[in-house]
């Protein structure tokens, strides 16, 4: 079956531009978390959702940052004005309801020049 | 807060040698303990899990002992291969209502024949 899916696997953009990134988690998984990996470095949590709810947003590092999960299902990402210290890999990771094992995808890389 | 130390790579071992890989925590209360493998081009895979204290995790020749008194989860296997080569890493969840993950650094394990 499907696992999760983070699309793009790679963007690069420019200091100051808005970008979006998308994940599709597995069908039926309730709970979503985004972490972020710097180089050299473990993931670090940003957000939970558990259903459509933003449940713990404790990890954005600040309000260029923000995620949506309308419909319970797919979220995106969205990172405003964004700055060259932006630039990791953006993972996203479902599990069926919190407690679960979690699965990731295989991440987003930023770039920003 | 909590947090995970791991020790840091590489590490550099011969087929069929013996691995530790060393993970200490600190948390309040009792987390899960985690290790997760990331081989080149892949996402992060859940490798084995501990729940509570002296519990053993395993899978794939790998085992874990969450270790409550020397607050410790070293990963061990008794004889790697190549096919081992990847970037390990331990992680913790934590005792909120969201169960997100707290990982170490990683340590990246190269296996030569």
């Known amino acids: 079956g499907a696992g999760v899916s983070q699309t793009p696997s790679n963007k690069v953009t420019e200091k100051g531009k808005y970008v979006e990134l998308r994940c599709d988690p597995i069908?039926?998984?309730?709970?979503l978390y985004w972490y972020r990996q710097s180089l050299g470095q473990g993931p670090e949590f940003l957000i939970y959702?558990?259903?459509?709810?933003?449940?713990?947003d404790s990890g954005l590092p600040n309000d260029r940052f923000f995620a949506v999960r309308p419909e319970g299902s797919v979220s995106t990402l969205k990172i405003q004005r964004t700055e060259r210290g932006d630039s990791a890999v953006y993972l996203c990771?479902?599990?069926?309801?919190?407690?679960?094992?979690?699965?990731f995808g295989q991440g987003t890389r930023l770039t920003v020049v | 807060g909590d947090s995970v130390t791991q020790m840091e790579g590489p590490v550099t071992l011969s087929e069929e040698a013996f691995l530790t890989i060393n993970c200490t925590y600190t948390a309040t209360g009792y987390p899960s303990l985690f290790w997760y493998v990331q081989y080149p081009g892949e996402g992060l895979q859940l490798l084995l899990k501990a729940t509570k204290a002296d519990d053993k995790g395993s899978n794939k020749g790998f085992e874990a002992t969450y270790r409550k008194e020397t607050t410790s989860f070293h990963l061990e296997k008794g004889s790697v291969q190549v096919s081992d080569s990847a970037v390990y890493f331990c992680a913790l969840s934590d005792q909120s209502n969201t169960d997100k993950l707290i990982f170490g650094t990683g340590t990246r394990l190269q296996v030569f024949p």
């Open positions: 990771a479902s599990s069926p309801q919190r407690g679960t094992e979690a699965f």
């Open positions: 069908s039926g998984h309730t709970a």
């Open positions: 959702f558990q259903g459509t709810g933003a449940a713990d």
